[in-house]
C-alpha cells in the first residue's frame, strides 16, 4: 500500500506528488501484484486507481478505498494499515 503524499503546501501543484506517485507505481510494478490505498479519488483516478466492492479497510467509506491491479484481477479483502495510522485493526 502506498500513501500519504505530503508536499508542503507551498509546493503544491508543480507535480511533485504526481511524480512520486508515477515512480512508485513503477518500482512497485516489478514486484508487487497491485497497489492499494485510501485517498482521494478524484485525485487517484487519473493514475487509474478505483474502487473494488470486496476491499475495504474498518469503517471507511468505500469511495475512498482505491486499488490499482497489475492484472485482471479484482483485489478483495481487507487492507490493514500501518499503526502510524492509528487505527485499531487486527492484521
Known sequence: MIDPLA????R??????SALL????Q??????????????PDY???????T???????DCPPKFILALPFDESEPEGELVLHQAFGL???G
Open 88 to 90: 485499531q485493526q487486527q
Open 44 to 50: 487517484y483516478d487519473r493514475f487509474g486507481f478505483r
Open 27 to 40: 518500482r512497485l510494478r516489478a514486484s508487487c501484484k497491485g497497489v492499494a490505498l485510501v485517498g482521494a
Open 52 to 58: 473494488f466492492a470486496q476491499l475495504r479497510v474498518n
Open 22 to 25: 508515477v515512480e512508485a507505481i
Open 7 to 10: 508536499i508542503t503546501p507551498s
Open 12 to 17: 503544491h501543484r508543480e507535480g511533485i506528488g
